[in-house]
């Protein structure tokens, strides 16, 4: 049994374009190697660099979640700009916990592979976890925990339940429910949804907004698939919510993963960037496809 996070750089193809490979390339080994320390100190071992990122197993999920809050909390207040320009450095993480194989000192197993979904689900600056590390985590750190409900990692035939890390200073616990922390919303967190030419934002302050088939629908599709009021988005407990109203569903695709989480009068929280597709999956020719994007 063991621990594994996954943290990865984000942005890092655009750095190599703008400062060359020689550059990049020293500025991620210096990166990568002060991360490895900060792992180090809370009972990390690091398995392996992985190029921009790194694969880290613990003992304990709560020296992991540490951990990982640490590193994000030291690149929000350095700022580190590689190259003294464009971005400050960021990083996305996935956290997992589970039955590891170690071959002569990698590891293997479900539990890696996991951990390296979360990653790749996660936005930038998010620290993505599951059902397993909340029930392994102490009341205290439980409560830095939110739901995200049901989704299906890549590669994994059941859906997982996902939790997100809230570790940013300056969100103010307001009350617990169900072991899911609920802060004040962030002024910054906006959604974007894209329909072709069709482009909609929202934010913390927007109104519920409506998408289907009618012509007064906030983001309107015309295909027989989808009904004339789909589904609604709305701003809700500090997250944006998608509700399923239709008569055939909506299929959500988080991140790069293949397998859709299904609404049948149903909800979820959007959260990173993916698909929402309407009345069927998105495999179906000319499948009425929305992308969305959330991002603080």
Known sequence: MATVVFADLV???????????ATASRFVTQLTGALSQVFEQHHGRVVKLL????????????????????????????LIRPGGTGAPVQMQMGIESGEVVEIDGDCFGDTVNSAARL???????????????????????????????????????????????????????????????MFSAPKDAFLDLVAGEQT??????????SIGRAADAALSLNDPRVSRMHATLEWRGGQFVLVDASSYGTWVYFGNQSEAVVLRRTQCYLVGSGQIVLGC????????????????
């Not at 921009?52 to 350095?78: H, M, S, T, W, Y």
């Not at 299906?152 to 922390?181: F, P």
């Not at 999956?281 to 603080?296: C, Y």
């Open 51 to 78: 190029g921009d990122g790194l694969f880290v197993v613990f003992p304990d999920e709560g020296d992991a979640l540490a951990a990982c809050v640490n590193i994000q909390k030291r690149l929000q207040d350095k």
């Open 11 to 21: 942005g890092s193809t655009s750095m190599f374009e703008r400062l060359g490979d």
């Open 119 to 181: 990653a790749d689900l996660a936005g930038a600056a998010q620290i993505l976890t599951t059902q397993s590390v909340w029930d392994a985590l102490l009341p205290a750190q439980r409560a830095s925990l939110r739901s995200l409900g049901p989704m299906y990692l890549r590669g994994r035939a059941e859906a997982s339940h996902v939790y997100r890390v809230e570790w940013q200073a300056g969100r103010d616990e307001d009350a617990t429910m169900v072991g899911s922390s």
């Open 200 to 209: 909609v934002r929202l934010d913390p302050k927007s109104p519920r907004i």
């Open 281 to 296: 999956e998105r495999t179906e020719e000319r499948a009425p496809v929305i992308e969305f994007s959330v991002a603080n």
